[in-house]
């Protein structure tokens, strides 16, 4: 391509071309950037070009956080990048300074990390960006109930372009039982509370998983008595519209094994889940990818779920995590006697081998969560000892 000369003699390359090749770098590299010129420093934190670089991360880059299970200590996070290098998540001072981080979710590069003791959640949530070091603390809440048990959702709509924080207040007593419901608005920067309307006699469970502008979790709804005087609970899957506030039932496969062994996770842009079915004496595993298809059928049903892959048995105990590319991504369960013995599994859909991985120093395996790595900011502090 021919060069355009400016008056000096200089040769520089037009706007467009500089993008071009800068949305295809590290965010990490492009914040070391910003101190080439400022009119590099004005490119890169161009809304406009934030956007192409999510864009371009997320479909060519795509990441995974591990965080160890059975972790009570400070946050301990790493990185498995597309070349399935381990990287080490350096914390935040403030993350390090409040000991106790509990992650709660990844969207768009922002990770929504909560602070609990012994379980509890405790205000205050941060909003942090790893690869830019910026971090946000959150407003406290309307109704912030120390040591009241939550279940927390964090994720991003791009019909109203906002991230919101959704703390869902239970009651451990009473089987998990949704209590209120806060919502926090990163555009508006405040809380407000939300109709538990569908959600009266659910019972939700701790792990939630967000995509396409919603927010779901596993639960189950309490039913009406059967002819023996006993309440019936079927299971369901609860949904929150980021963009419009609202929850939702949605049914389980009704063919699927029962396992405390599943995941929510996205197959082809469609809601799917993963299940372990243990095989024996629980010696071995295999791992079931269900898909939603969404539509109407005779009987009325707006949803239907169809099973698509089944794993080969893999000699051990597997706890389905999410799929990552088109690898199934399993945490082992099963204790491991080293810390350097593999802890993490993929089961590629294509060619339906597994692969082992060890990742970071957990025995007891780890919580696997899809990450990308953004310039996208929280509106925080920013830590300027970052160019190192």
């Known amino acids: 391509m021919k060069q355009i000369v400016i008056d000096d003699d200089v040769p520089f390359l037009p706007d467009e071309i500089i993008l071009n090749i800068l949305k295809r770098l590290p965010a990490k590299s492009l914040a070391r950037f910003q101190c080439v010129s400022e009119h590099w420093k004005n490119l890169i934190k161009n809304p406009s070009f934030i956007a192409d670089h999510l864009h371009h991360s997320t479909h ?75 971090v946000k603390q959150v407003p406290k809440p309307i109704d912030d109930f120390e040591g009241h048990y939550l279940r927390v959702g964090f994720g991003f709509s791009p019909i109203v372009n906002d991230y919101k924080i959704v703390r869902i207040y239970v009651d451990v007593i009473f089987d998990d039982l949704v209590e209120k419901v ?155 006697e080293m810390d350097d013995e593999p802890n993490t599994v993929l089961f590629n859909l294509t060619t339906k081998e597994f692969t082992e991985l060890a990742v970071g120093r957990s025995r007891y395996g780890h919580h696997i969560f899809n990450h990308v790595e953004s310039l996208m900011p929280v509106g925080g502090t920013k830590l300027f000892t970052i160019f190192v």
């Open 182 to 336: 806060e919502v926090y608005s990163l555009r508006t920067g405040s809380w407000e509370k939300v109709e538990l309307g569908i959600l009266d006699g659910v019972s939700i469970s701790s792990a939630s998983f967000t995509a396409n502008g919603a927010m779901f979790w596993f639960g189950f709804k309490l039913e009406e008595e059967d002819e023996n005087g006993n309440i019936v609970a079927g299971n369901v899957i609860i949904s929150f519209n980021i963009a419009m506030d609202v929850f939702a039932l949605m049914p389980v496969p009704a063919s699927a094994p029962r396992s405390h062994l599943k995941r929510l996770t996205m197959y082809e842009n469609k809601l799917a889940m993963l299940c372990c079915t243990m095989i024996g004496n629980s010696e071995s595993s295999l791992i079931d990818l269900w898909v939603m298809e969404e539509g109407t059928i005779a009987a009325g049903e707006k949803w239907i779920w169809t099973k698509k892959y089944t794993s080969s048995p893999y000699p051990c105990v597997l706890c389905p995590m999410t799929i990552w590319r088109n690898d199934i991504v399993c945490s082992i369960s099963t204790r491991r």
């Open 60 to 134: 060519q880059n795509p990441c995974l956080l591990f965080r160890p299970q059975n972790s009570t200590g400070p946050l301990n996070l790493h990185l498995l990048d597309c070349e399935k290098q381990v990287h080490r998540v350096p914390n935040h001072p403030l993350i390090d300074y409040l000991k106790c981080g509990w992650f709660v979710g990844s969207s768009n590069g922002l990770l929504c990390i909560g602070i609990s003791k012994e379980g509890v959640f405790h205000h205050p949530h941060l909003l942090w960006n790893p690869a830019t070091r910026e």
